[in-house]
């Protein structure tokens, strides 16, 4: 069974940082792209940014890119998102998901974890 | 880049079909057949229904169906039930690699 736990979530000010991480078992892990997927407080999905199998390839929706940066380990099965310069609107719960089974960027995210929440206030 | 365009509710009675729509450009949704559906209940991750435009993930019901003709990719659930009350969100590949996400629909069972 496919199992993602977030972790790493919390209150943090504005211009701060923070790194989420995302625990995965049952699958083969190295095989798959992971991607981060946020929702703001009573709002839709949001894409933020997708790593390829190999951790080489790495891409970033705009509203991101230059403030966070997505990275995995393969040999602890994990996956990570470093968020610096956090700004209020970077408010969300942070989902963790899984695929596709091959370096293409596609949004065929087959599972998801729980979501960890991010809070930026002062 | 704007949000793929989906009504913001849809409704029908149990048995009926409801088909929820997602619009978008030629050079997002009318440009790649890699649009996914996704159903969410309040509080909980969202599960994917529909990939590739017509593909349903192994455990899908086949009262899901997707399809697409020109820039609107569309969802229809036959023979609603209650359970599917939840809120549906679209989302396609849109060239540059991006992904981008439709703004939601809440789905309502009458």
């Known amino acids: 069974e496919v199992q993602l736990l977030e972790s790493g979530g919390g209150l943090v000010q504005p211009g701060g940082s923070l790194r989420l991480s995302c625990a995965a078992s049952?699958?083969?892990?190295?095989?798959?792209?992971m991607s981060w997927v946020r929702q703001a407080p009573g709002q839709g999905l949001e894409w933020v940014s997708t790593?390829?199998?190999?951790?080489?390839?790495?891409y970033y929706a705009d509203s991101v890119k230059g403030r966070l940066t997505i990275s995995r380990d393969n040999s602890k099965n994990t996956l990570f998102l470093q968020m610096n310069t956090l700004r209020a609107e970077d408010t969300a719960v942070y989902y963790c998901?899984?695929?596709?089974?091959?370096?293409?960027?596609?949004?065929?995210?087959?599972?998801w974890g729980q979501g960890t929440l991010v809070t930026v206030s002062s | 880049q704007s949000a793929l365009i989906q009504p913001p509710s849809a409704s029908g009675s149990p048995g009926q079909s409801v088909t929820i729509s997602c619009t978008g450009t030629s050079s997002d949704v009318g440009g790649y057949d890699f649009v996914s559906w996704y159903k969410q209940h309040p509080g909980k991750a969202p599960k994917l229904m529909i990939y590739?435009?017509?593909k349903r993930p192994s455990g899908v019901p086949d009262r899901f169906s997707g399809s697409k003709s020109g820039n609107t990719a569309s969802l229809t659930v036959s023979g609603l039930q209650a359970e599917d009350e939840a809120d549906y969100y679209c989302t396609s590949y849109v060239g540059s690699n991006k992904v981008l996400f439709g703004g939601g629909t809440k789905l309502t069972v009458l």
């Open positions: 590739e435009v017509t």
């Open positions: 049952g699958f083969t892990f190295s095989s798959y792209a």
């Open positions: 790593i390829f199998g190999g951790g080489r390839s790495t």
């Open positions: 998901a899984k695929g596709p089974g091959e370096n293409k960027l596609r949004p065929n995210f087959d599972s």
